[in-house]
């Protein structure tokens, strides 16, 4: 069984300054984890993975997220916030294995001020 | 290289009618993935679908619900007799049929059903 837990529903940040969005994990088999992003009634756009390889995983629009197997967490940052990053992130766990089913966080909404 | 399609967009029915939502994977996936997100909450799995086959539909209701992925054509899920609790995003995905490659999954818009 796996389950994703999203520690914050809401997060507010000013523009310019740095994003932290937490994600833990569970699962029996190793794991593979992503972050989606999704824009107020779009779908879902992929900004990062991790699938083993370095823990350290660099995505899109400067996103990045380090996968921590001791604390069972992948959480999501940023440097500096901008403006357009405002949306909802979901971050998703999968096995590991080839089976495609995607197990969803229930979601945090970034607030961006200017 | 289109990505993943989904059509309508918005879909209006009133109770007891037939939803019929469409979706088309990106060019060479032939693995789909459909899931629902009601209002308040994250999305949850419904079904995955090979061309022709059904892998796995552990989160679809029991009833009044199906889905298809046909050899030729876009995958169908089909909602019959549709109730209230039926309004949400559906979301299709789909996968490249590649080894280790069918984790990575492309979302489409979704289809944003109401039910009057």
């Known amino acids: 069984a796996q389950s994703v837990t999203q520690l914050d529903s809401h997060v507010s940040v000013s523009e310019g300054t740095p994003v932290l969005l937490r994600c833990n994990y569970s699962?029996?088999?190793?794991?593979?984890l992503f972050w989606y992003v999704q824009h107020p009634n779009k779908g879902l756009q992929l900004l990062l993975k991790?699938?083993?390889?370095?823990?350290l995983v660099k995505g899109i629009n400067g996103f990045e997220a380090e996968f921590k197997k001791s604390e069972t967490s992948f959480h999501l940052t940023k440097p500096s916030a901008h403006m357009s990053d405002a949306a909802e992130y979901f971050c998703v766990v999968t096995p590991g294995t080839s089976y495609g089913k995607l197990t969803f966080g229930q979601g945090t909404i970034l607030t961006v001020h200017p | 290289n289109a990505g993943v399609m989904q059509n309508p967009r918005h879909l209006v029915r009133r109770r007891g009618q037939e939803a019929r939502l469409r979706c088309s994977p990106m060019?060479?996936?032939?693995?789909v993935y459909w899931y629902r997100q009601l209002p308040e909450e994250g999305l949850k799995f419904m079904v995955y679908l090979q061309k022709e086959n059904i892998i796995d539909e552990s989160g679809m209701p029991k009833e009044r619900f199906s889905a298809e992925f046909p050899k030729e054509g876009p995958s169908i899920l089909r909602i019959q007799q549709v109730v209230r609790g039926d309004s949400a995003a559906y979301f299709c995905a789909s996968s490249h049929d590649g080894q280790g490659s069918r984790e990575t999954q492309y979302f489409g818009p979704g289809t944003r059903l109401l039910v009057l």
């Open positions: 060019k060479g996936h032939s693995h």
């Open positions: 699962s029996s088999y190793s794991p593979s």
């Open positions: 991790y699938t083993s390889a370095a823990t």
